[in-house]
C-alpha cells in the first residue's frame, strides 16, 4: 500500500542509525589526544610503581618485625650477654643494630678511666637512639612515593580531564554542532584519565597510611628494646 503524494513528502527520510559507541579501555586510550595518552601512561606507570613497592614493603617489613622479635625473644633469654653479642651481634635484625650500638658504647665508656655513670647513660642513650633512627630510615625508604603519589595522581588526571572536555569544546565549536555524539568521546577520555589518577592515588593513599602505622610499631618496638637494654646498662653501672 502507497501512501497519497502529501502524505509521502511529509515523511521525513529515514536516516541510518548511528553505530554503537565504544568505550572499551583501550578503544578510549587509542581515540585519546596525545596529551591524555601522555597523562594515561604517566599515570598507570604510577600504578604500577605503587603497587612493587607495596609488594616490596611489606615484605621488607614482615622480615624486620619478624626478626627483631626473634632476636629479642632469644637475647633476653641469653645467660651470657657478651656470649650471645659474639655469636649474634652481626644478625641482619634491626634490633640487632641497636644491641650493637649500646654495647660499642658501653665498651667505649667503661675503658677509659674515671667512668662518669651520667656521661655513660647519655652516650647510651644517644648511640641506641641513634641506631633506632637510622634502622627505621632504611627500612621506610621509598615510603615517601606511595605519599607523593597518593597526593599528585588525582591533580594529574584531573589535567587530563581538563584537557579531554577543551577538546570537547573545541570539536563543538568546529562541528557546529552540539549534539552527544560530538561531545560524548572527549568527555569519555577525560573521565576515563580522572578514573586512571584515581586508580592509581586510592592503593597509594590506603597503603602508605597501613605501612607506615606498621612502620611506627617497629619503631616503638625498637625503642622499648632499647630502653631494656638501657636499663640493664644503667644496672650495670651501679654495681661497677
Known sequence: MTLPLFLAAAVPPSTPAAGPITLSPVSLFLE????????????LLASVWTWGIIVSFTARLGRARKRSEEFERAFWQAQDMDAFVKDRGKDDAPSAAVLQAGISEWRRS?????????????????????????AIDKISDRLNVLATIGSVAPFVGLFG??????RSFTAIAGEQNTSLAVVAPGIAEALFATAIGLFAAIPAVIAYNRLSHGVNRLEARLQRFADGLYTTFSRELEGA
Do not use: H, N, P
Open 32 to 43: 585519546a589526544d596525545i596529551v591524555v595518552k601522555i597523562v594515561m601512561i604517566g599515570l
Open 161 to 166: 580531564t581538563v584537557w579531554g572536555i577543551m
Open 110 to 134: 667503661t675503658a677509659k678511666r674515671g667512668l662518669s655513670a651520667e656521661g655513660t647513660r647519655d652516650r647510651l642513650a644517644t648511640a641506641m637512639g641513634s641506631a633506632v633512627a637510622t
